[in-house]
């Protein structure tokens, strides 16, 4: 092993593994950096109602519809609203929402690539092993060959 790191088709398949996580991750951290900024870079509204009195949930955390996601901002950041309506000024407005769908669904998908990631690796603790064994033993025949 050199400078540059183990070399073989173990660590070539390590490298796929890991570019495809990058490139399978990347676009999901990106798309969250551009909600944040969408919503930092919207021009000052009102302040909605839920957040300086109080409210009752009149509907519980949904999927927007295509219509909604076209129509109403607060179905951009998470893809899921609920219908506030606020105590003292009367008015019905939308929040955005997490679904605990959605959040499942994003936990199982965490535990499913870290268990990836840990059957790649410890295929390539294997594989690593085997060379090292295979070297020993060579390194222990040519000792005796040469008594």
Do not use: N
């Not at 951290?29 to 409210?55: G, H, I, K, L």
């Not at 499913?112 to 060379?131: E, P, Y």
Request: glycine share 4%.
């Amino acid at each position: 092993m050199g400078l540059r790191g183990p070399t073989g088709p173990c660590c070539y398949a390590l490298y796929a593994v890991l570019g495809a996580l990058v490139c399978g991750l990347w676009p999901a951290a990106v798309a969250m950096a551009a909600s944040d900024e969408r919503r930092s870079v919207s021009p000052v509204a009102a302040t909605p109602c839920w957040q300086v009195e109080d409210f009752v949930v009149a509907q519980e955390c949904t999927r927007c519809s295509s219509f909604q996601a076209k129509t109403i901002v607060e179905c951009s950041p998470t893809g899921f609203i609920e219908k506030i309506s606020c105590a003292t000024s009367r008015r019905d407005e939308f929040k955005s929402c997490r679904s605990a769908v959605m959040e499942a669904h994003v936990f199982w998908r965490f535990i499913g690539t870290m268990m990836c990631i840990a059957a790649v690796f410890a295929v390539l603790v294997v594989c690593r092993q085997r060379v090292l064994d295979r070297k020993a033993l060579e390194k222990v025949r040519k000792q005796i060959e040469s008594i």
